[in-house]
């Protein structure tokens, strides 16, 4: 019996998750501010880049990316985007690790809060909130900083929690317990708004 070839599976592009500022508008933030956040699926930035650029481009042309190389697998000299090719430049100590800067000649800068892809979702949603706080956030190498010392003091606390497993298991096993709830918050799609 010949063997069917089977074309691949089609690869479903995963949901953009990304935050901009409510009201935003790239240059109307001193340099350096963030105006969002964006939480890639992986640390492959030609696999990343495109859903990002494709939806920025909407509001503005993107024609140059600033990453700093530490927290990505490749770097390309370039990334081909839908409709256009984008110019990728990289700096290792003049730019945040957590950071990547978006150029548009229409709009001017970007700069994103980058959340690296193995964060937790409530993590995620923290940091993304942070980020597009209308009072400003702090640079994004703090805002990740104060997420780890978060989890560090969740961890303590943990920790320190007296244990009283016995009562516990016969509380449970006594049907006394209720349903825990989730410990994470889904966050869905992200949509970015045109602020029209």
């Known amino acids: 019996m010949p063997l069917a070839v089977l074309p691949p599976p089609r690869g479903e592009t995963p949901a953009l998750r990304l935050a901009l500022r409510p009201g935003f508008a790239p240059g109307a933030r001193p340099i350096g501010a963030l105006d969002g956040a964006w939480w890639p699926h992986s640390d492959d930035l030609v696999r990343e880049l495109p859903s990002l650029v494709e939806k920025l481009d909407r509001l503005g042309r993107i024609t140059r990316v600033n990453v700093n190389p530490t927290h990505w697998q490749s770097l390309p000299r370039e990334v081909p985007v839908p409709g256009h090719v984008v110019k990728v430049g990289w700096f290792t100590t003049e730019q945040d690790p957590h950071k990547l800067l978006l150029m548009s000649y229409r709009l001017g800068r970007w700069d994103l809060l980058v959340i690296p892809p193995q964060t ?16 400003g956030a702090p640079s994004a190498s703090e805002l990740i900083a104060a997420e780890h010392n978060r989890h560090a003091d ?18 449970e096993s006594e049907g006394g317990a209720a349903a825990s709830a989730p410990t994470t918050m889904p966050i869905g799609r992200m949509h970015v708004s045109s602020g029209r």
């Open 120 to 135: 937790s979702q409530a993590a995620a949603a923290r940091l993304m909130a942070a980020a597009t706080d209308q009072a």
């Open 154 to 171: 969740d961890a303590d606390l943990l920790a320190a929690a007296p244990s009283d497993s016995g009562l516990e298991s016969a509380w």
